[in-house]
């Protein structure tokens, strides 16, 4: 068993570049399928969740080829089946995307219902809803969704819910529906964005993505083509937090600056110094951190992926903070862990209130979930001693060379194998 060791109280200085964004990554591999053509995909972030949607789509008769580290070759057009493989769907949300993919290019797809990170309840009813709206029947039974359609046709779709998931999903259905399709109250997330571009980079025609209102006109067919995985703003929050809460002195590189402008303002009300150009943001942390208030929201909101992270830095400020989760019902599952390291935490539904100037010290912990096991590692360099950190599967599915970066920036960290 692998677990992460932290020696704590390093300042972290120095530079860090930014990974491609695993959301993007993961629903761009699935709508390669869809391509009439070979795709060459770079930056993909070197993760387990790639590597899962990797296998999967070679069980299924895809041609896959990494050229390089980051950079691989798909060739679906001699596909031999349409089913998901049900063993890598276990750890993974992410294969739910074959559905939209398999289900406008060929009209039919059996996969899995998904697994991933437990927070909470996590529905695919608005996917199965719009896939109705186009015209698919969806059957589920025996934990699978069978999808079948003769043909699509373009629909109104308004989703209750901006949810991410369903947005990219039912996009990736109607490239191939006749006529228009509008989806309304779409996600905004930049990864939506990012699919969105890949498809039209193939010869669909989608428009408003990054609005609440996205347009798609149906096309019979697309091509392959060369596409480039936009950076990971949830990695580059991760580092910045980790800057602050270190009192360092941190440039964040290959990054959309304009991604993390929730996560800049609520850094800079703390009392850090921020600066940024073209595509870093630079990070000098606050011998003061002031309390302040956090509520998770769809983007542009604050991202429920970084709230783990900040309620961490939140633990270290001065007063009481409060923070609130308003995307998933069982986020705060990693708090339990947080208090192991010497954090003043207090769960009250969907509010967690911190009591600051909390004096993290090492302890043996568990990653109960991705952005938990990114939040413990937070607290571990700031922490007074040793702090292990195990349940490693999770953090490798969403971080690319998670502690090479950081030691890269002065950090005391490394692996290590023992017996359970």
Same mark, same amino acid.
């Given at each position: 068993?692998? &677990? ?38 770079? #930056? ?14 070679? /069980? ?9 580290? #980051? ?10 089946? &349409? ?7 276990? +750890? ?13 290019? &060929? ?10 990170? !437990? ?65 309304? +109250? ?7 964005? !990012?699919?969105? #571009?890949?498809? #039209?980079?193939?010869?669909?025609? @989608?428009?408003? /993505? ?63 110094? @921020? ?18 208030? @956090?509520?998770?929201?769809? &983007? ?66 568990? /990653? ?43 950090? !005391? ?8």
């Amino acid at each position: 068993m692998e &677990y992460i060791v932290v020696n704590g109280q390093k300042v972290l200085k120095g530079r860090v570049s930014i990974s491609g964004a695993k959301n993007s990554a993961v629903a761009i591999l699935a709508a390669s399928i869809a391509s009439g053509g070979t795709c060459l995909i770079d #930056n993909l972030p070197q993760i387990e969740d790639v590597t899962s949607m990797v296998a999967a789509m070679q /069980a299924m008769g895809v041609k896959c080829e990494f050229t390089d580290t #980051n950079t691989l070759r798909v060739n679906p057009t001699e596909m031999t089946s &349409y089913t998901f493989d049900e063993r890598l769907a276990k +750890n993974m949300r992410a294969s739910y995307y074959f559905m939209g993919a398999l289900l406008g290019r &060929y009209k039919q797809a059996e996969i899995p219902l998904p697994g991933g990170c !437990d927070l909470g309840a996590r529905p695919i009813d608005y996917h199965l809803k719009g896939f109705t709206a186009l015209g698919a029947k969806c059957i589920q039974e025996h934990g699978f969704v069978k999808l079948q359609a003769d043909k699509l046709k373009g629909a109104n779709i308004y989703l209750d819910s901006p949810s991410v998931g369903a947005t990219i999903n039912i996009m990736m259905a109607a490239v191939f529906a006749e006529g228009v399709t509008l989806i309304e +109250n779409a996600a905004k997330e930049p990864h939506v964005v !990012d699919v969105a #571009n890949f498809l #039209n980079k193939l010869g669909a025609k @989608i428009g408003g /993505a990054g609005t609440a209102t996205i347009r798609i006109l149906g096309v019979p067919k697309l091509t392959g083509g060369d596409y480039t995985v936009l950076p990971d703003p949830i990695e580059a929050g991760t580092y910045m937090i980790a800057a602050a809460i270190t009192g360092g002195d941190v440039t964040v590189e290959n990054i959309i600056p304009k991604h993390m402008d929730s996560v800049t303002a609520k850094l800079k009300e703390m009392g850090c110094n @921020i600066t940024e150009g073209g595509d870093w943001i630079h990070v000098c942390g606050s011998e003061v951190l002031r309390s302040c208030e @956090i509520k998770t929201a769809f &983007y542009p909101g604050f991202p429920t992926d970084l709230q783990p992270q900040m309620a961490t830095l939140l633990c270290k400020a001065q007063g009481t903070s409060t923070v609130t989760e308003n995307v998933f019902d069982s986020r705060f599952r990693y708090v339990s862990e947080l208090k192991r390291l010497g954090a003043q935490i207090k769960v009250e539904g969907r509010m967690a209130v911190t009591k600051g100037s909390c004096v993290f010290t090492g302890a043996e912990v568990a /990653a109960t979930d991705l952005r938990a096991g990114a939040a413990l590692i937070i607290a571990g360099l700031c922490a007074k001693g040793e702090t292990v950190i195990g349940e490693l599967y999770h953090l490798d599915r969403g971080y690319e060379r998670f502690e090479e970066k950081f030691r890269s920036l002065g950090a !005391d960290i490394k692996r290590i194998k023992r017996d359970e």
